[in-house]
Every structure is written in C-alpha cells, then in structure tokens.
C-alpha cells in the first residue's frame, strides 16, 4: 500500500516561499493514471485542493495559480509544493495526496499524508 509522507518547516514568515516536500514509499509517481496532489485546511475551514502533477505536467486551483507551483523529483520519488508570497490566512495543515481524479477534496479519496501544520507568521 501506498504511503505519503510530508515534511518541510512548521513556520514561515509573511513575504516568504513556503516549501513542502512529499516522499511517496510503496508506489512510484510515475506511475500512469494518477494524480499527485497538494490539499490544506486553514484552521476552523473545510479542505482546499492546491493542485496535483500528473505525469510531469502540473495542474493548479485558479484562486492559487499565481503564487503556486509543484514540482517532481523522480529520482527521489518525491514531489513538492512551493508557495510564494505566503500570508498569515497561508496558514493550514497541508496534506499530500495520491488519487485517480485531479481534484481531491475528501479524505476518502485515494492515498493520503498525515499533514503537516505549517504557520505563517512574523
């Protein structure tokens, strides 16, 4: 089965890059049909789908399009988030996901991260 695993800083200042990387063990991101996606949940606020990769070719939530950006390492099995300019409501659990379907909103579909808080704030 397949396991995602989330890591990167907890604590971001306003202006600043956000970074996130997520290590895929039990499965490969090259693997035809699926989506490797970036989902958050701001604190008290449902989940929000940021955007997936799927076969090298990134896809993005329009309200984020501008300041986002994902990117794969295969050689690492590994792919990762980068959010510029980030603001304090950028704060959110962030979660790493596997699905069939581009857009991820439950955690009932496909293979999920535990998530990992990240904070932005001076």
């Known amino acids: 089965q397949v396991q995602l695993q989330e890591s990167g800083p907890g604590l971001v200042k306003p202006s600043q890059t956000l970074s996130l990387t997520c290590t895929v063990f039990?499965?490969?991101?090259?693997?035809?049909?699926?989506?490797w996606s970036w989902i958050r949940q701001p604190p008290g606020k449902g989940l929000e789908w940021m955007g997936a990769?799927?076969?090298?070719?990134?896809y993005y939530n329009p309200s984020l399009k501008s300041r986002t950006s994902i990117s794969r390492d295969t050689s690492k099995n590994q792919f990762t988030l980068r959010l510029s300019s980030v603001i304090p409501e950028d704060t959110a659990v962030y979660y790493c996901?596997?699905?069939?379907?581009?857009?991820?909103?439950?955690?009932?579909?496909?293979?999920w991260g535990q998530g990992t808080q990240v904070t932005v704030s001076s």
């Open positions: 990769i799927y076969s090298g070719s990134a």
């Open positions: 039990g499965g490969s991101i090259t693997t035809s049909g699926y989506y």
């Open positions: 996901a596997v699905a069939q379907t581009l857009v991820v909103v439950s955690a009932t579909e496909g293979y």
